[in-house]
């Protein structure tokens, strides 16, 4: 007769041998995560030294805080962070009401084949480097050759514009590219969130009597809100960081129109390109991370006390 202690030890036995093949599955992909994210994380005392390579990092000298007074002691601190919480400001709300639109839209399709090319279609230019993007804008808005200068302006009787030296455009230009180039993944993201609606809630609307923009309203939208508080979180966390190929290489590195691209790692990299600081560097890079940090804490703490069910954690 088997003893308790020795039929639980049994069961544990199973379980494991059950979840194994999960458990070897995952195992590359935590290997990646702490490569990735926790052992570079003792990196961090770099932001606290002045890094001297023949002493090493642990030998070189403590520094105390001063290499995070570089992104303060000029006056183009308060341009470089103004730009950054403006741009990821604005364009989280942008894609966020633009994904869903059209997830909801997409939803609407009902030809499978066509779902899925219209996935691939939305999914593609987020597999374009930045690099060619720079080039395809830059054929776009050349002052010679670009095929607004040369052909779209002189249809329409005005002048060419020196896109590279005029700031005022650069607004619209970025957030277009931005628009253009990372919508598809928010659609996709909404749009799995709507899949996985059940289909009885839509049922039961329309045997009330509700329009389908009655449905969206009541059914749609109440549950993709826990997907939307995800997303906002994850983009709150990341406001202090910028895309730095959609920043440095599409305006191809202009200085007419730094007061406009310029954001916190463009400005960090354009001054430790000429001190060759890894110090300041890494300071910039913990600054960013405890802004966000605090920022997704504080947003969730308020979103507990509206409503606790929706917190992400």
């Known amino acids: 007769m088997h003893t308790p202690v020795r039929t639980k030890a049994v069961k544990k036995r199973g379980n494991f041998l059950k979840y194994l093949p999960l458990t070897i599955m995952i195992i590359p992909g935590m290997l990646y995560f702490i490569i990735n994210n926790y052992i570079p994380m003792f990196g961090l005392v770099i932001a606290f030294k002045k890094v001297n390579l023949t002493k090493g990092i642990w030998g070189s000298d403590w520094t105390g ?6 992104l303060f002691a000029t006056s183009d601190a308060f341009t470089i962070t103004k730009n950054t919480i403006l741009y990821n400001g604005g364009w989280m709300i942008l ?27 939305l999914l ?8 060619i993007v720079a080039y395809l804008g830059y054929a776009a808005l050349n002052m010679q050759t670009g095929f607004i200068n040369h052909s779209v302006l002189p249809m329409l009787g005005m002048d060419k514009i020196m896109f590279y030296f005029e700031e005022k455009y650069w607004p619209f230009i970025l957030t277009a590219v931005q628009f253009w180039k990372m919508l598809g993944f928010s ?82 990299f354009r001054g ?6 890894m110090g300041m560097s890494a300071a ?23 409503s606790k069910d929706n917190a992400m954690f």
Request: proline content about 3%; glycine content about 6%; hydrophobic content about 55%.
């Open 65 to 70: 805080f001063s290499n995070f007074k570089y």
């Open 95 to 121: 894609n966020t009401a633009a994904g869903i639109f059209l997830a909801i839209l997409l939803n609407e399709v009902r030809q499978k084949l066509m779902i899925r090319f219209y996935q691939s279609i």
């Open 124 to 131: 593609l230019p987020m597999l374009i480097s930045f690099v």
């Open 187 to 268: 659609i996709v993201i909404y749009f799995a969130a709507i899949l996985g609606i059940d289909e009885e809630y839509y049922e039961a609307a329309r045997l009330d009597g509700a329009s389908k923009w009655q449905q969206i309203l009541k059914v749609t939208l109440p549950h993709v809100v826990p997907m939307i508080i995800m997303m906002t979180l994850i983009n709150l966390g990341r406001i202090f960081y910028s895309d730095f190929g959609l920043f440095y290489q599409v305006p191809m590195n202009s200085g007419a129109i730094y007061d406009t691209t310029n954001v916190i790692d463009t400005y960090v």
């Open 272 to 277: 430790l390109l000429g001190l060759g600081d």
């Open 284 to 306: 910039a890079g913990f600054y960013q991370s405890i802004v966000g940090f605090v920022l997704v804490i504080t947003a969730n703490f308020v979103i507990r006390k509206v």
